[in-house]
């Protein structure tokens, strides 16, 4: 009995350098940047070279993706005022020099000035995670915004911001605030955690918890992380791509991995016993031997 306890602390020693070996792991990463008029052009400087900052640093890969659970991280950047751009290509990163050059595009992006249209940026990066052909084992949207939302997913031009039929600025901005809650919820439905990043004096840190479902104990609950102003956001954006990328495994992604180091070890035992454990009989090895020493 004591034997079977002891085993417990290597397990958990080796069960993140196991997981590569067992199965490759990977992280899809939706980038969403606020590119509305009420960020000034200095301000729109320091958030896009927040962005490139992250990435080009020469070693993200070792900082951010190389202590995680996975193997391969798969970003892309959206930019959204009125209209949603994807600006940056989904891009997959297994090494420092991808970081960087994924990093350096961020430069070539122009602000849009125009509306928030918070409800069509969650939306496009939505659609952009579940129709990549990527099949990621962790899906997230990372958005970031100085204030809340004033045009939905219909946007059209000023005149017809989308959001049905609403025509004052009032009325457009509570019926856009819950467009943009509607489509978080839709993206948590579909399996992808959201979280926000909110800048500035006039983000309404209400308004974004609830958009991330932070302390509702739902799945896919996100969270949300404030920079009082812009000379704030790098440091607060490597928080955030921190503990989307290198913090601890969700529950399911932690699941594959106990499930291939249990598989492993099963598979050891089967040879030191001298028997051959095909792969189609894995799972009912490892399932008998839990069993087992649950009887014990």
Do not use: H
């Not at 050059?101 to 409800?119: H, K, M, S």
């Not at 990621?136 to 997913?153: E, F, M, R, W």
């Not at 479902?213 to 949300?224: D, E, L, R, S």
């Amino acid at each position: 009995m004591l034997r079977k306890r002891l085993l417990i602390v290597p397990l958990l020693a080796v069960l993140v350098a196991w997981s590569t070996s067992v199965s490759a792991l990977s992280i899809e990463l939706a980038l969403v940047m606020d590119g509305s008029g009420s960020i000034s052009a200095t301000d729109w400087q320091k958030q896009i070279q927040g962005y490139r900052n992250a990435f080009s640093t020469g070693t993200f890969y070792d900082n951010f993706v190389a202590p995680s659970p996975f193997d391969t991280l798969y970003v892309s950047a959206y930019t959204f005022s009125g209209l949603v751009t994807q600006s940056i290509a989904w891009t997959a990163i297994t090494n420092n020099s991808q970081a960087t050059a994924f990093g350096d595009n961020f430069l070539t992006i122009v602000q849009p000035r125009n509306y928030t249209n918070t409800e069509g940026a969650l939306r496009a990066a939505t659609d952009g995670l579940l129709n990549n052909g990527i099949n990621g084992d962790k899906l997230v949207i990372d958005i970031s915004t100085d204030g809340q939302p004033t045009a939905c997913a219909g946007y059209v031009d000023p005149s017809q911001r989308g959001c049905g039929s609403a025509s004052s600025g009032t009325t457009i901005a509570t019926v856009a605030k819950s467009r943009a809650l509607a489509a978080a919820t839709d993206a948590r439905n579909s399996g992808i955690f959201v979280n926000a990043l909110g800048v500035g004096g006039f983000v309404q840190p209400s308004f974004l918890n609830e958009l991330v479902a932070a302390g509702t104990g739902v799945a896919q609950a996100g969270f949300y992380l404030q920079a009082d102003t812009f000379d704030q956001f790098a440091s607060t954006l490597q928080t955030k791509l921190g503990r989307e990328v290198r913090g601890v495994p969700e529950p399911q992604v932690l699941l594959l991995m106990v499930g291939g180091v249990m598989g492993i070890l099963a598979l050891g035992r089967r040879r030191q016993q001298g028997q051959l454990l095909r792969p189609s009989n894995l799972m009912n090895s490892c399932q008998t031997d839990i069993a087992a020493n649950r009887s014990s």
